[in-house]
């Protein structure tokens, strides 16, 4: 998306999500036409919306930018970003910022930086906030939107 032209709220919210409000039951129970679930209301609904993990925004790395000041090591909020010295994907796993345990979750590791370490990101648990990008002085962190695109179920064949 270019520089801060991707800038977007990259506050984080602890919140867990938020329940849509019931009904009584005494009310609900006794007669089964009334709706149960209320809906939110605009406050509520607006603090749902603040959970939004940014899905469709993907972090992109450039080497050839990055002069190792670890300055997104101290911001990211999930310590999903390491600077080491590259090895077995095994030994690396226990060696990041945050360990890595789910193993079927590929680590991204970058090419070879100017002091031969790498940079190692576990997507496992990046928020997508942003807030590495932007800290990084010379862009070498980028935000960039992209189409999450999966398979979806097949119709049902009949022979
Ligand atoms: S976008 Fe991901 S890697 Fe960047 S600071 Fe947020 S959680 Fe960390
Ligand atoms: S903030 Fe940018 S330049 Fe500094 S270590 Fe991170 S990616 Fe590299």
């Given at each position: 998306m270019g520089i801060h032209e991707w800038i977007y709220d990259s506050s984080i919210a602890p919140d867990l999500r938020f329940k849509v409000p019931h009904a009584e039951k005494t009310k609900t129970l006794k007669d089964?036409?009334?709706?149960v679930e209320l809906g939110f209301d605009p406050q509520l609904g607006f603090k749902e919306a603040q959970r939004c993990l940014n899905c469709d925004v993907q972090t992109l790395f450039s080497t050839d930018r990055c002069i190792e000041c670890d300055a997104c090591v101290d911001i990211c909020p999930t310590s999903c970003i390491t600077f080491t010295h590259n090895g077995e994907e095994a030994d690396l796993r226990t060696r990041l910022n945050a360990p890595a345990t789910d193993l079927t979750q590929d680590l991204y590791v970058s090419d070879e930086l100017p002091t031969k370490r790498v940079m190692i990101k576990d997507e496992d648990v990046c928020l997508h906030c942003g807030l590495c990008a932007e800290r990084c002085p010379t862009a070498a962190w980028d935000m960039q939107k992209y189409l999450y695109s999966v398979t979806k179920a097949g119709g049902i064949k009949y022979s």
């Open positions: 089964r036409k009334m709706e």
